[in-house]
């Protein structure tokens, strides 16, 4: 769990496997604005691959509301 802690290692997966393949555009960014269109012909593939590429991001805002809501030590 600590692993998952580290917001370096977050973050650049968030900037692989979040964001690739980049071109045209980010696939996640792809699939989101399918789903925003009312996700028609999406398949299970589709939503597994929006949730594989989605995780970093997840993981990213877990990692951010974690270290906001630590108190830091005065010294």
Known sequence: MKL?????LVLLLCLTLGLAPYF???HLWGKLKWVAGG???MAYMDWFDLLLHGTPFLLLLRVVII???TPRLQS
């Open 24 to 26: 045209p555009e980010p």
């Open 67 to 69: 270290k906001l809501r």
């Open 4 to 8: 998952l802690d580290n917001w370096k």
């Open 39 to 41: 996700a028609v012909g």
